[in-house]
């Protein structure tokens, strides 16, 4: 089987797997207290795709064109001996890049033995350096230099460079960018900023919430001056720029403003097994009844994939509107972001 292309003529590079549905965090823009409260019936454990289940699908997606995975959740840390699903991976050798996204809460237990493992590079979720915005934002007084002590702990297990997520809602954390982005530019770190997204339907997205991409440039380009990068690769999120000094990287994931889906390379699996072809997609596909019930192979998987794949069309993005806002999208804590 060679690499597939979707009906927009998009290959399939990225697979963004989610481990769990559950979190520690209740941040706002994602898994609101209001939605998600402390009696919440996340999945049981049954439901998750076992680790060399995960393994399977991605087996069966190597030959697609799959070459990079990403792990994410809910807080993917909170999955038991999740080194043990790197290793795994690690052993495919078409894979390229194994990477995590992390609230960074459990980081610093954590970075070596998933460096060690086989993880190469992590992003974590950042919102503020003020610990009161940051406690507020979590809101669940999770401290900010605990974070910051994972991201420490990442950058000595070599697993650089690390990237900082900020999404930034106005009001609320948009006047913090700037020190953000000094705090880390001496360091193997690149910052991006990302624009509060109308991810699910349980976040209370408003378009003036938004703080576009373009106004933060111009915020940081008057403290530091900044030169564009070109895209690292095809289909990548994030408008790069560096520090005219050479002192660093940002970025900028302006899906709001500026949406990327004409080159969306990426897919999403959930953590019970549905394969998303879009963020802010209304239904799955479900692997894991192909899986347990039918007993697939890697071919047949292959074929399940490569058929979802070049029947997708999606460009949520690129079709904002208010026809749109008000579909039922599955929610950013059920299949990452």
Known sequence: ??????????????????????????????????AFPKDFAFMARERLLRFGEITSIVKAAVPLGLRKVRLTGGEPLLRKELEWLVKGLREIPEIEDIALTTN??????????????????????????????????????????????????????????????????????????????????DQPVIVRFIEFMDVGTKNG??????????????????????EPLPPKHAGETALR??????????GFIASVTKPFCGACNRARLSADGQLYTCLFATAGHDL??????????EAR??????????????????????DTKDLPKVEMSYIGG
């Open 1 to 34: 089987m060679t690499t597939v292309i979707d009906t927009l003529g998009r290959p399939l590079r990225d697979l963004r797997v989610s481990v769990t549905d559950r979190c520690n965090f209740r941040c706002a823009y994602c898994m609101p207290k209001e």
């Open 104 to 185: 960074g809460s459990s980081l610093a237990k954590k970075a070596k033995v998933l460096a060690e493992a086989g993880l190469n590079r992590v992003t974590v979720s950042l919102d503020s350096l003020d610990d009161a915005t940051f406690r507020a934002m979590n809101d669940v007084e999770f401290p900010v230099a605990r974070v910051l002590e994972g991201i420490d702990a990442a950058v000595a297990a070599g697993l650089t460079p690390v990237k900082i997520n900020m999404v930034v809602k106005r009001g609320v954390n948009d006047t913090h960018v700037v020190e953000l982005a000094r705090r880390f530019r």
């Open 205 to 226: 997205w408003r378009l003036e919430d938004v703080v576009p991409a373009a106004e933060v440039l111009q915020r940081l380009a008057a403290e530091f001056p900044l």
């Open 241 to 250: 720029y560096r520090h005219a000094d050479g002192r660093g990287e940002v």
């Open 288 to 297: 894991r009844r192909l899986l347990r019930e039918e007993d697939a192979d």
């Open 301 to 322: 998987l292959g074929e399940a994939l490569a058929a979802i794949w070049r029947g997708r069309d999606d460009r949520y993005s690129e079709l904002r509107s208010d």
